[in-house]
């Protein structure tokens, strides 16, 4: 019904910077609250930074000043621009999204299928 697609990890150098996207696709009538989540080996998911449809945003304490998230409406697609990073950063992360589905008009929850993000020292 709604499918989240992610792009843009890989294996980065410590310092490094990486940028992640997310694109909505399939029966979309809108998008509220968008986000991103990581998952280390051994660790429970946690939120990283989110977006709501007005475009404010809120983050993680160990990610501030590190990860801008952004999104393009008219492209159903969400953003995480990682800089600085760190080997803790290492993880697979997850888009989310809160959609409004067209037929029937309800609430979806939707999760991508995660993305590798490994930060070398």
């Known amino acids: 019904q709604v499918q989240l697609v992610e792009s843009g990890g890989g294996l980065v150098q410590a310092g490094g910077s990486l940028r992640l996207s997310c694109a909505a696709s399939?029966?979309?009538?809108?998008?509220?609250?968008m986000g991103w989540y990581r998952q280390a080996p051994g660790k429970q998911r946690e939120l990283v930074a989110g977006?709501?449809?007005?475009?404010?945003?809120n983050y993680a304490d160990s990610v501030k000043g590190r990860f801008t998230i952004s999104r393009d409406n008219a492209k159903n697609t969400v953003y995480l621009q990682m800089n600085s990073l760190k080997p803790e950063d290492t993880a697979v992360y997850y888009c989310?999204?809160?959609?409004?589905?067209?037929?029937?008009?309800?609430?979806?929850?939707?999760w991508g299928q995660g993305t590798q993000v490994t930060v070398s020292s």
């Open positions: 989310n999204a809160v959609v409004i589905t067209t037929t029937p008009r309800v609430f979806y929850d939707s």
């Open positions: 399939g029966s979309i009538f809108s998008i509220n609250g």
């Open positions: 977006i709501t449809g007005g475009g404010s945003t």
